[in-house]
């Protein structure tokens, strides 16, 4: 699976005024009319257990310049109350609390609409809510490591 390139995304979700996330390239689109989204998320991980406590969740889709919060979220021990001071992560919330990443270059506000298990993940459909889209490039993974978009493919 290294082999596919893929984006990088927080998955944000406030519990108790707090803010927990994960990070997760396992992200996709789809469905257009309803607008859905599916993140498939380790059933070991703390924001496995937060997804189905509260049913409404933010994706952040990451910027280039913004490594640094993937590789944060992406540590099993991390805890939330660092994420400001070790990662430069600052966050803004909906007008349903949800945490939504300053920089990002792309936030979906999602509700959860189906879960389904499949091995040692749950793939999760969230019907999308809200978009807020800026411009930049996109944080990409590929073989074990972090990318940036290069030169165009010429036609």
Known sequence: MGRFATGVTIVTVDLDGEVHGMTANA???VSLD???VLVCVDHATRTH???HARKRFGINVLCE???AISEYYARPERTHEHAEVEA???FDRTKHGTPMLHGALAY???RLH???VAGDHTIFIAEVEDVVAREGDPLLFFR???RKVGEDVET
Do not use: I
Request: glycine letters at 8%; charged letters at 10%; aromatic letters at 8%.
């Open 144 to 146: 074990g490591k972090y």
């Open 65 to 67: 310049t913004q490594r």
């Open 49 to 51: 257990a937060h997804l």
């Open 108 to 110: 979906l506000e999602c």
């Open 88 to 90: 430069g992560a600052l």
């Open 34 to 36: 309803p607008m859905l």
């Open 114 to 116: 189906s879960a389904q």
């Open 27 to 29: 992200f996709a689109s």
